[in-house]
T-cell receptor, first 112, second 113 residues
Framework: GNSVTQMEGPVTLSEEAFLTINCTYTATGYPSLFWYVQYPGEGLQLLLKATKADDKGSNKGFEATYRKETTSFHLEKGSVQVSDSAVYFCALSLNRDDKIIFGKGTRLHILP | DAGVIQSPRHEVTEMGQEVTLRCKPISGHNSLFWYRQTMMRGLELLIYFNNNVPIDDSGMPEDRFSAKMPNASFSTLKIQPSEPRDSAVYFC???????????FGNGTRLTVT
């Protein structure tokens, strides 16, 4: 079936550290890939997306590259801030409909 | 744009009572989704609509749950009768058809005692 697997949290880092959150997917066909972020007490927000192989999505200093050969879409940021503390969800869409499949989420804590 | 609006933000009710959650999607968005979030199961898709028509309700846990979308600007999720295991945060999200990106409301935190 179609699914998304992401690293379990929580992930705790110091401010200005380098961040990687791993995400791999299983899908029939050619999905679009997404990272969503959820801040406390809020709904999820789209952080970035990529619609085809080798595309790089980027936003707010975060980046992720669609790697078809490794079926991965790892999230990276060069220097994290306390305000980046949130839960991050990797997701895919099969583009046949609007249905989006989410991973279980990774909680990120950034220490000042 | 006000975004997706959900009400109430918090709901506390007793087991056996009926609960109705409400959602107003972003104007012009043709798809609407209901999700449930818990610590144990994460984010689960319950049902989604396209142009007010239910497309996939395979995630609705059981007959106690029902959802309607009588028009393009309003949807409800009803639980009758409610049970303690229904306690969760329920999110509504909308999307312009074919875009594959979701806009979430801030959720309704439901507690069933």
């Amino acid at each position: 079936g179609n699914s998304v697997t992401q690293m379990e949290g929580p992930v705790t880092l110091s401010e200005e550290a380098f961040l990687t959150i791993n995400c791999t997917y299983t899908a029939t066909g050619y999905p679009s890939l997404f990272w969503y972020v959820q801040y406390p007490g809020e709904g999820l927000q789209l952080l970035l997306k990529a619609t085809k192989a080798d595309d790089k999505g980027s936003n707010k200093g975060f980046e992720a590259t669609y790697r078809k050969e490794t079926t991965s879409f790892h999230l990276e940021k060069g220097s994290v801030q306390v305000s980046d503390s949130a839960v991050y969800f990797c997701a895919l869409s099969l583009n046949r409909d609007d249905k989006i499949i989410f991973g279980k989420g990774t909680r990120l804590h950034i220490l000042p | 744009d006000a975004g997706v609006i959900q009400s109430p933000r918090h709901e506390v009710t007793e087991m056996g009572q009926e609960v109705t959650l409400r959602c107003k999607p972003i104007s012009g968005h043709n798809s609407l989704f209901w999700y449930r979030q818990t610590m144990m199961r994460g984010l689960e898709l319950l049902i989604y609509f396209n142009n007010n028509v239910p497309i996939d309700d395979s995630g609705m846990p059981e007959d106690r749950f029902s959802a309607k979308m009588p028009n393009a600007s309003f949807s409800t999720l009803k639980i009758q009768p409610s049970e303690p295991r229904d306690s969760a945060v329920y999110f509504c999200a909308s999307s312009p058809t074919g875009m594959g990106t979701l806009h979430f409301g801030n959720g309704t935190r439901l507690t069933v005692t």
